[in-house]
C-alpha cells in the first residue's frame, strides 16, 4: 500500500499550520513589542509613506472597506499615533497623517512578516511567483475562501470584512 498520498496530505496541512501560525505569532510580537495589529501598522506604513491620506485612498490601497479602515484610523487616533485634519482643498475631506508617536512606533516596530515575504517572493523567478500564486490561489478554492474580503496584509483575523455580495 503506497502511503505517499497521505503523506502529502499530512505535509500540505502542516504547513498551512505553519503559515497560520507564523502569522499568529508575528502579531503577538507585534501587539508586546509596539501595541499594534498588523493591519494598524500598514496604516501607519502607508500614512507614513504618503505624508498625508484620505481614508478613502487608505480603504483602496488596503482593499478593505472605509468602514474597516475607519475603525483602524480610531484605534491610532486614540493612540496618540495619527491625526485626523480636515483637507486644505476641499472642506469634505479629512486627511490622516502621522504624528510625532506614530513615528517612533514605526522605528519600535519588528520587521513585518509581510515585509520578509515581500522579499523572498522577490527573488524568486518569475515562474516560480506564477506557480506560488497559481497554487495559493487553488488553496483557497479549495478552502472555500474565494469570496472572502481579503487585503493583501498579513494577518491573523484583523481585516475580516465577512463573505463579499455577488
Known sequence: MDTRPRDRLDESLIALRRILRATELY?????????LTPAQLRVLQIVDKADSVTPKALAGQMG??????????DKLVA???VRR????????????????????RLRD????????????????A???QAQLVASLERVADMLDAQDIDASPVLTAGELHGGRQSE
Do not use: C, I, K, M
Open 64 to 73: 478593505v472597506s472605509q468602514a474597516t479602515v475607519t475603525a483602524l484610523v
Open 109 to 124: 516596530a519588528p520587521d513585518p512578516l509581510q515585509q520578509r515575504y515581500v522579499r523572498a517572493f522577490g527573488q524568486l
Open 27 to 35: 502579531a503577538r510580537d507585534l501587539a508586546r513589542g509596539v501595541g
Open 79 to 81: 493612540q496618540g499615533l
Open 85 to 104: 485634519l480636515p483637507s486644505e482643498t476641499d472642506r469634505r475631506q479629512t486627511n490622516v497623517v502621522v504624528t510625532a508617536q506614530g513615528h517612533g
Open 126 to 128: 518569475d515562474w516560480e
